[in-house]
């Protein structure tokens, strides 16, 4: 296939000038996805379409701009020195978790003004946002960014991968670790680990979603972050993996804390069946 193919070009159409990248065109779709399944799932409890729908169109942009400035922050030693290149926000550089920080921030303000109970927005939408992820590192695929180390051919033919993956992660000459698709793999396991628990009685407080999903992506991310080599550092780890720490530990002590202290934490609504109601 890549010898059909070549190298796949991050451009996917340019008409009168303008460029659309396979990466807008990957990410908008893992959006497109992530609001249809929050919308169903927002149904069965009690939540309407519109909130999702409002509530993206102000998180969108909000998460766009903390992704940049997390990222010109732990980069500020070069910016400072081209101040002018901040906003060039289409030459790269954005940081997936100033990204959700910013959404999260967003969340909590809309959940109030809307008066809505935001651990349970956060429980709809959780496993639409790690799929979402999982679906947009196919977008650091096809720009060849978010690798590991160098490594020989025969190291990416052993782990049985594609061969359009295997060439695609021939970067200069140099094959690397597909590190995105280890992060891809690892969120769409943890969407389908969380949409075959969420239904069941009794498993999940209200929030706990949500924190399941800190922790499960902290969790993983750890790892894998310390295999990328374009990742931002802070004494001696990379500022991802610091993060990943304390969200790891945070999400953890949160589900602990809130179950020691409150007894009466609704529980994750489900809508009950015929039978159960019987």
Same mark, same amino acid.
């Given at each position: 296939?890549?010898?059909?193919?070549?190298?796949?070009?991050?451009?996917?159409?340019?008409?009168?000038?303008?460029?659309?990248?396979?990466?807008?065109?990957? /990410?908008?779709?893992?959006?497109?996805?992530?609001? +249809?399944?929050?919308?169903?799932?927002?149904?069965?409890?009690?939540?309407?379409?519109?909130?999702?729908?409002?509530?993206?169109?102000?998180?969108?942009?909000?998460?766009?701009?903390?992704? !940049?400035? +997390?990222?010109?922050?732990?980069?500020?030693?070069? +910016?400072? =020195?081209?101040?002018?290149?901040? +906003?060039? /926000?289409?030459?790269?550089?954005?940081?997936?978790?100033?990204?959700?920080?910013?959404?999260?921030?967003?969340?909590?303000?809309?959940?109030?003004?809307?008066?809505?109970?935001?651990?349970?927005?956060?429980?709809?939408?959780?496993?639409?946002?790690?799929?979402?992820?999982?679906?947009? !590192?196919?977008?650091?695929?096809? %720009?060849?960014?978010?690798?590991?180390?160098?490594?020989?051919?025969?190291?990416?033919?052993?782990?049985? @991968?594609? %061969?359009?993956?295997?060439?695609?992660? %021939?970067?200069?000459?140099?094959?690397?670790?597909?590190?995105?698709?280890?992060?891809?793999?690892?969120? /769409?396991?943890?969407?389908?680990?969380?949409?075959?628990? !969420?239904?069941? =009685? =009794?498993?999940? =407080?209200?929030?706990?979603?949500?924190?399941?999903?800190?922790?499960?992506?902290?969790?993983?991310?750890?790892?894998?972050?310390?295999?990328?080599?374009?990742?931002?550092? @802070?004494?001696?780890? !990379?500022?991802?993996?610091?993060?990943?720490?304390?969200?790891?530990?945070?999400?953890?002590?949160?589900?602990?804390?809130?179950?020691?202290? %409150?007894?009466?934490?609704?529980?994750?609504?489900?809508?009950?069946?015929?039978?159960?109601?019987?």
């Amino acid at each position: 296939m890549s010898e059909i193919l070549g190298v796949i070009d991050p451009i996917a159409v340019r008409f009168l000038g303008i460029k659309v990248h396979w990466y807008g065109v990957i /990410i908008g779709l893992a959006i497109m996805l992530a609001l +249809y399944l929050a919308v169903s799932e927002g149904k069965r409890q009690g939540l309407r379409p519109d909130d999702f729908y409002d509530y993206l169109l102000y998180a969108l942009p909000i998460a766009l701009i903390c992704a !940049r400035i +997390y990222y010109v922050i732990f980069q500020w030693d070069y +910016y400072k =020195k081209f101040p002018a290149e901040i +906003y060039r /926000i289409w030459d790269g550089g954005i940081a997936i978790y100033g990204g959700l920080l910013g959404a999260l921030l967003v969340l909590v303000i809309f959940c109030k003004k809307r008066q809505l109970s935001p651990w349970l927005f956060l429980d709809v939408i959780a496993p639409t946002v790690i799929l979402a992820q999982g679906i947009g !590192r196919w977008g650091n695929f096809i %720009n060849q960014e978010a690798h590991g180390e160098a490594v020989s051919r025969i190291f990416l033919v052993q782990m049985h @991968l594609p %061969n359009f993956i295997i060439e695609q992660m %021939n970067i200069g000459g140099t094959y690397y670790q597909p590190t995105f698709l280890y992060e891809s793999v690892w969120d /769409i396991l943890g969407f389908l680990v969380l949409i075959l628990l !969420r239904h069941r =009685k =009794k498993l999940f =407080k209200q929030g706990e979603i949500f924190l399941t999903y800190v922790a499960w992506y902290s969790f993983g991310r750890f790892f894998i972050e310390g295999m990328r080599t374009d990742s931002l550092m @802070l004494l001696g780890l !990379r500022v991802s993996q610091w993060l990943s720490v304390i969200l790891f530990i945070g999400a953890l002590s949160t589900i602990i804390y809130r179950r020691l202290n %409150n007894k009466h934490l609704p529980w994750y609504l489900v809508v009950q069946k015929e039978d159960d109601q019987a």
